[in-house]
């Protein structure tokens, strides 16, 4: 095997006959079978996990008004929500959570049909939402927590006086966080007499699942490209606000990262 540099890019790398990628290549597909397997098998421990009944009467803020959470539903069984860090008095939503957001309108019609709704809910409140959602184009449905404790009880936004002791309660555990909102995905279920379950919920890095860009970019001969920034989220930006030339250099606003 030979290996290859360009100046231009200074990019080094092994470079092997066809019949030794196949080689290196089938003993990957090995590997990333092992990983599918044990995927399929976290997720059937995932949907084997208890449910939690939601006793709280939540009212949330929408473009139709008022509405309980068993409303959000929107007639299906199945609710999955995203926690999107956009704080009353913010200017604009979270560059990571937006992230996020755009993968949402492309799956939503093929999630209503497995019976799953899809609802994103900030703090913020929705006279700061409305206008941001139309600026970035997007079609989903986006309600407003604000004055509710739905958000704190699910960890999500934390007092001043509990980020003023230094640590809150997130991601299942006592850490510290740099702002007052944190991200997260969390799924309901309701019986028939409308009850709300709540079945899970996902926090730091878990919220990857919704960042279908990266797992195209982990294809990617170069991957995320992410070492030697500041956090690993550091180059992502609202999608009207890249730099015209891809991979120049990025203004350092993005607001959450993806913690482990």
Sequence with gaps: ???IESPAKKLEHTIASRADWLTRRKALLSREKE???LHDQIAGERRALPWVRIDKDYVFEGPAGRQSLVELFEGRRQLLMQHFMFGPGWEQGCPSCSFMADHIDGMSAHLAQRDVAFVVVSRA????IEPFRRRMGWRFPWVSSFGSEFNHDFC???SAQERARGEVDYNYTRQSF???????????IRDDADQVFHTYSTYGRGVEVMMG????????????AEDGLAHTMEWVRHHDRYDAQPGAAARRDSCCTARS
């Design 1 to 3: 095997m030979d290996r």
């Design 35 to 37: 990983l599918t397997r």
């Design 125 to 128: 409140p929705l006279a700061q």
């Design 156 to 158: 999500v936004s934390f």
């Design 178 to 188: 740099p702002v007052e909102e944190a991200p997260g995905i969390s799924a309901f």
């Design 213 to 224: 860009t990266y797992a195209m970019l982990d294809l990617a001969p170069r991957g995320r």
